[in-house]
């Protein structure tokens, strides 16, 4: 089993801060996905990427898929309290079993 | 458009009772049918899966069981709950196995006292 290692664990940020997290490990991924969850409810997918170098933006997040596709990071440009939730990296292993990693707690504060 | 939902949402539950935790889908056939539990807020461990009506993976041994008795149903239960069995389960489904695209319902909150 890979496993995925998320950092940092915890961070608080204020509005309008930017901020880069990262999933790594040390296998490689055919592909890997990034979701968030709010309190309380179910994660929700928000990205995959596939390629080595692979950038892809939805709105103010960046994410970006290492070349060696062994790690990823996530970047949020001027965050915002919305942006409050775990994010969740996961790959799925050759057993097509869906793998996450323990998920990095963001916390923007107005 | 396909939608998960699962119930109860909430569970309040005394150590050595039954547990029944139910998740259905609609608008989709065939799908691949996960149980996952979330412990602390943290990272999701995954119970069962499922590719077909009572056909069942278990990924850990444990105090669960899980069946699939119609193409969208998938319930999640326990004859005897123990204290550890506490936690937040999410069902989920999806197209492909191994694709890693998930869609996850709104979760139920187990405690066990």
């Known amino acids: 089993t890979q496993l995925l290692e998320q950092s940092p664990q915890f961070l608080s940020i204020q509005e309008g801060e930017n901020l880069t997290v990262y999933c790594n490990s040390s296998?490689?991924?055919?592909?890997l996905q990034w979701y968030r969850q709010e309190p309380g409810e179910g994660p929700v997918l928000l990205v995959t990427?596939?390629?080595?170098?692979e950038v892809k933006k939805l709105k103010r997040l960046t994410f970006q898929f290492g070349d060696a596709r062994k790690d990823s990071s996530l970047h949020i440009t001027a965050a915002q309290p919305g942006d409050t939730g775990l994010y969740l990296c996961a790959h799925t292993g050759a057993n097509s079993k869906l793998t996450f990693g323990k998920g990095i707690t963001l916390s923007v504060r107005p | 458009s396909q939608t998960i939902h699962q119930w109860p949402a909430t569970l309040v539950q005394p150590v050595g009772s039954p547990l029944s935790l139910e998740c259905t889908v609609e608008?989709?056939?065939?799908?691949?049918l996960y149980w996952y539990r979330q412990a602390a807020g943290r990272g999701l461990q995954l119970l069962f899966y499922s590719v077909g009506i009572g056909q069942i993976s278990s990924e850990v041994p444990q105090n669960l069981s899980a069946s699939r008795p119609q193409d969208r149903q998938f319930i999640l239960s326990s004859k005897k709950l123990l204290l550890s069995d506490s936690g937040f389960y999410l069902c989920?489904?999806?197209?492909?196995?191994?694709?890693?695209?998930?869609?996850f319902g709104e979760g139920s909150r187990l405690t066990v006292l």
């Open positions: 989920a489904w999806s197209v492909l196995l191994g694709s890693g695209e998930l869609f």
């Open positions: 608008g989709t056939s065939n799908p691949n």
């Open positions: 296998s490689v991924f055919s592909s």
């Open positions: 990427v596939v390629t080595g170098g």
